[in-house]
């Protein structure tokens, strides 16, 4: 049976912390997210993908690009997450205006303070519903500082007070704009496996 509960266990799944940055048509924008995975083993096609909402204007970025950069962040970035992660850039003219950063090869914005810095080009996509995953190939890396990486778990354990409210508003409130548009419900159904 599913209750909050395995909602609570299933939370407990979920990546580092990484910043992915995009820009399209002179707009550039960073958001915090923490589910990214690493997706190939081979050092010759290094991939990623990330989960990202359809009503994020990083999604719209990232779509109409096909680039995004994903960042690795440590344990002392929280004012970026804040800067980030808590409010849209639909909201605010230029998030990355206050953010150190240089437009990477790919085109991307490669974020100066990180721990890793990955530039990738969008390969293929997932309609998950609520949220697209975005495949990527991993065309440029940058090496950043060594400090300790910043995990969910550590950033949810060690939220400052002042943040708790917003973070909790901002949850739910993502939580009730799924439910709202039943998007859930509307994913693209997997047809099955074929015969070979
Ligand atoms: C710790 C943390 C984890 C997050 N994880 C995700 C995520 O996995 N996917 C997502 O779409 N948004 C995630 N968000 C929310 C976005 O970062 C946030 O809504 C952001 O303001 C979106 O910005 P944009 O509209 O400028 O793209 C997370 C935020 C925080 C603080």
């Not at 409010?87 to 950063?101: C, I, N, Q, T, Y």
């Not at 998950?128 to 950043?144: C, D, M, N, Q």
């Amino acid at each position: 049976m599913l209750t909050n509960d395995s909602y609570e266990l299933l939370r407990r799944l979920a990546s580092p912390l990484v910043a992915v940055t995009s820009a399209h048509g002179g707009r550039t924008n960073g958001m915090i997210l923490d589910s990214a995975i690493r997706a190939s083993i081979s050092p010759e096609h290094p991939r990623l993908s990330v989960y990202i909402h359809k009503w994020h204007l990083s999604h719209e970025l990232v779509w109409a690009s096909g680039r995004f950069g994903a960042h690795l962040l440590t344990q002392d970035q929280f004012d970026l997450v804040h800067h980030l992660g808590f409010r849209s850039g639909r909201e605010e003219k230029d998030k990355l205006a206050a953010v150190p950063h240089r437009i990477g090869e790919s085109g991307v914005p490669v974020l100066e303070a990180c721990h890793a810095a990955f530039e990738c080009r969008v390969i293929n996509t997932m309609d998950a519903g609520p949220s697209t995953l975005f495949l990527g190939e991993v065309v440029a890396t940058h090496a950043g500082n060594t400090g300790t990486l910043l995990t969910a778990d550590y950033f949810r354990a060690n939220l400052p007070a002042k943040w708790r409210e917003e973070f909790l508003k901002n949850y739910r409130e993502a939580q009730d704009r799924i439910r709202d548009l039943a998007a859930v419900n509307d994913v693209r159904r997997w047809g099955g496996p074929t015969a070979p």
